[in-house]
């Protein structure tokens, strides 16, 4: 189990936290094996395309909260990705029937001249600007390579600016390179959160956190029923709502690579007990996670009302789905946690799992239990999954590996991966919201968009036949784990 510690301005990396690790080529249960003997390390690739940025990650979730502000200390180029969840978040306001205003995001756009001589000054003059400007009840810093190279000291600005303005202004320590896992981001986002925001408990709520990206709410029933209130973090809520969070009864992830982190630190510090089973993909992970959840929330006897109701409605309709989609393949790219899940959905749709390109594995979550262990929960309850690569969006990677493997579908959890599919002629799926596919509603709303994907095959078999690919045939006719060294090399495509 981690340490949280809220009295460091920083939380340290998933490499050293939680032994994460970017490269791995293998079968899942060779991957979950070596974890558990804490026999993993990881393969570095002498070839690598770009990869995710951690302040990136942050953003994604500071830049949501309605009322704060975020100061990006940095270049100007850093903030390339401002526009992204701009648009994000306007779409999640225009979802919820709020007037679609622009986030407030800021760059302290630091030049050549600044890195000599230190750009505290800077970061001062944008924080007050943006007081001026916006009024928010929270402002953000978070950090660059930059800033962290030059060692620009912003903890100490930050504490200054806080007596100053009488509002939390908090640093996020976010740097680029200080981690291959860009999801250290999330972690350091909720690691300011904790610090300088969440208020220690005066009572408690009959709330439950749910730690989300920006999906619907699709907790509210489930929790009304069993008497309790969802509580949608981060995404979408207000400084003064994250301050009560520590009073919740529960907390539930949606996904655990994104909650690892403020799901352990709210149980570690505030005592919010943390559902630690893996989230609910699949019947049998729904089975699982909701007895969690009776068990926490002390209603054992509704949710076991509620799982057999459940059983009696969907299981005959699941019948009719894998009826249809037996015999089909399908090959996955997603993030870690999310891509376990989808595992499960899918071979509990019956479908043949070829393999799997997951951008990072952590051997552990930060609750330390292996009960949170997705993956293993997948191996143990649908069997082994070959060709289960670990890879941090290689693209080249993934199109040497799907040019082999040629499934009747694949499926991602992030834009920009599908084009690789499609290009091959070969149907692809992609479904940002994670809550789409939770519980047993789930593997319904799952099973019905694959079949359409499917039905509507001609319109990639005729995008692949005016398209062409930037790979040469050389790279094709390679192995595709030739830049990946020290892994397990096993060919079972
Ligand atoms: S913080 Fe570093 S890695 Fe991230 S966008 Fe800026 S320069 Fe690139």
């Known amino acids: 189990m981690s340490k949280v510690n809220i009295k460091a301005p920083e939380v340290q ?12 080529e293998g079968t899942a249960k060779e991957l979950v094996e070596r974890g558990r003997c804490r026999k993993l390390k990881d393969s570095s690739r002498n070839f690598s395309q770009c990869i995710g940025c951690s302040s990136g990650q942050a953003l994604c979730q500071l ?25 994000v978040y306007r779409v999640g306001q225009m979802d919820r029937d709020l007037p679609a ?13 600044d890195t000599i001589f230190g750009g505290i000054k800077k970061l001062e003059d944008t924080i007050r600007e943006v007081y001026k400007r916006v009024k928010p009840n929270a402002i953000f810093i978070t950090t660059s390579c930059a800033s962290g190279i030059i060692g620009d000291d912003v903890e100490g600005s930050v504490t200054k600016l806080s007596e100053e303005l009488s509002i939390p202004v908090v640093s996020c320590f976010c740097e680029g390179f200080k981690s291959k896992i860009w999801t250290t981001g999330f972690d350091s986002a909720y690691h300011s959160i904790v610090r300088k925001i969440v208020k220690p408990p005066n009572q408690k709520s009959n709330k439950v956190n749910i730690i989300n990206f920006w999906g619907s709410h699709i907790f509210d029933d489930l929790l009304n029923e069993l008497g309790y ?25 949606i996904c655990t690579t994104l909650g690892t982190y403020l799901g352990a630190a709210l149980e570690q510090v505030y005592g919010v007990p943390e559902i630690k089973s893996p989230p609910a993909y699949g019947i049998a992970g729904t089975d699982n996670w909701i007895r969690e959840l009776g068990r926490v929330l002390d209603r054992k006897q509704q949710v076991e009302e509620i799982i057999e109701e459940e059983h009696e409605r969907v299981m005959p309709k699941l019948e009719e789905y894998r009826e249809k989609l037996k015999g089909k393949t399908a090959y996955i790219t997603a993030g870690a946690a999310h891509g376990h899940a989808i595992i499960a959905l899918l071979r509990e749709l019956g479908l043949d799992v070829q393999g799997a390109a997951i951008f990072h594995h952590d051997l552990v979550y930060d609750n330390g239990d292996s009960a949170s262990d997705a993956l293993a929960h997948d191996v143990r309850t649908y069997g082994d999954i070959k060709n289960y690569n ?4 290689q693209a080249y990677e993934l199109v040497n590996i799907l040019n082999r493997v040629r499934p009747d579908i694949m499926i991602a959890r992030h834009g920009g991966m599908t084009i690789w599919g499609a290009k091959l002629g070969i149907p692809t799926l992609l479904i940002g ?19 359409e994907t499917l039905d509507n095959k001609e319109f990639v078999t005729n995008l692949a036949k005016h398209s062409s690919m930037p790979y040469t045939k050389w790279w094709l006719e390679q192995e595709p784990f030739t830049f990946l060294g020290g892994g397990a090399h096993v060919k079972n495509y």
């Not at 200390?73 to 701009?86: E, I, L, M, Q, T």
């Not at 205003?101 to 050549?112: A, H, M, V, W």
């Not at 209130?229 to 992830?253: D, G, H, R």
């Open 101 to 113: 205003i622009n986030g407030r995001y800021f760059s302290t756009n630091l030049e050549e001249k």
């Open 13 to 24: 990396v998933r490499e050293k936290r939680l032994g994460s690790i970017t490269g791995f």
């Open 433 to 451: 919201d994670e809550q789409f596919s939770f519980g047993y509603q789930g593997v319904l709303n799952y099973a019905k968009r694959i079949l």
């Open 390 to 393: 670990v890879c941090n969006k």
């Open 229 to 253: 209130e969802a509580k949608y973090i981060v995404p979408f809520s207000t400084i003064n709502e994250l301050e009560n969070i520590s009073e919740s009864a529960a907390t539930i992830q």
């Open 63 to 87: 830049a949501m909260i309605k009322d704060a502000a975020v100061i990006n200390h940095a270049p100007v180029g850093c903030s390339g990705d401002f526009f992204c969840f701009n648009f």
